[in-house]
Nanobody, 114 residues
Framework: QVQLAEIGGGVVQPGGSLRLACAAH????????MQWYRQAPGKEREFVAH????????NYGASVKGRFTISRDNARNAVYLQMNSLKPEDTGVYYC???????WGQGTQVTVSS
């Protein structure tokens, strides 16, 4: 059974930073690409970032490129999202999910507000 647990959200002022973490279990983590998505109130879920399983190749949604960094630690079955220069439009619930597996955690709320 796939289990995903996101932590690290909170309330931050514009321009601030947060680091999200996701613990993943129930599949072969080291062989699975991982992704972060987010969902703002009243909007559809949006792709944020992707990291490959082996070489750690990454790609990002246009709205976060240059500000967010995805990384992973295969020894810990964990994936991270470092978010810098946060903007109010980054507000939402952030989810990690394994690529190719329809599984979602409860997410972690990020609120960017002054």
């Amino acid at each position: 059974q796939v289990q995903l647990a996101e932590i690290g959200g909170g309330v931050v002022q514009p321009g601030g930073s947060l680091r999200l973490a996701c613990a993943a279990h129930g599949f072969t983590f080291s062989m699975t690409a991982m992704q972060w998505y987010r969902q703002a109130p009243g909007k559809e879920r949006e792709f944020v970032a992707h990291i490959s399983a082996d070489l750690g190749n990454t790609n990002y949604g246009a709205s976060v490129k240059g500000r967010f960094t995805i990384s992973r630690d295969n020894a810990r079955n964990a994936v991270y999202l470092q978010m810098n220069s946060l903007k109010p439009e980054d507000t939402g619930v952030y989810y990690c999910t394994p690529s190719g597996i329809d599984a979602w955690g409860q997410g972690t709320q990020v609120t960017v507000s002054s």
